[in-house]
Nanobody, 111 residues
Framework: QVQLVESGGGLVQPGGSLRLSCAASGSIFNIHPMGWYRQAPGKEREWVAIITSVGSINYADSVKGRFTISRDSAKNTVYLQMNSLKPEDTAVYYC?????WGRGTQVTVSS
């Protein structure tokens, strides 16, 4: 059974950085695109970034230039490096692939 497990969230001050990780089990990692989404309180879940099995990458305009998605095939893990964080980046961040969602990790940007 496919599972996605996120980690790396926490509390950070505006302008700070965090790196999220998504560990994938099962056979999806080298086949399906891996994506990050986020959901802020009272808002709908929104797409953040995606990386395909061949390394093609795309970002939402709201994070372009600040966030970097990458993957380590040897570790079946996808990362989201988040720099220059803003209070509006506060949300639960979810990993998604092959119709499977992780349980999410909380990111709070506050002084």
């Amino acid at each position: 059974q496919v599972q996605l497990v996120e980690s790396g969230g926490g509390l950070v001050q505006p302008g700070g950085s965090l790196r999220l990780s998504c560990a994938a089990s099962g056979s999806i990692f080298n086949i399906h695109p891996m994506g990050w989404y986020r959901q802020a309180p009272g808002k709908e879940r929104e797409w953040v970034a995606i990386i395909t099995s061949v390394g093609s990458i795309n970002y939402a305009d709201s994070v372009k230039g600040r966030f970097t998605i990458s993957r380590d095939s040897a570790k079946n893990t996808v990362y989201l490096q988040m720099n220059s964080l803003k209070p509006e980046d506060t949300a639960v961040y979810y990993c998604y692939s092959a119709n499977v969602w992780g349980r999410g990790t909380q990111v709070t940007v506050s002084s």
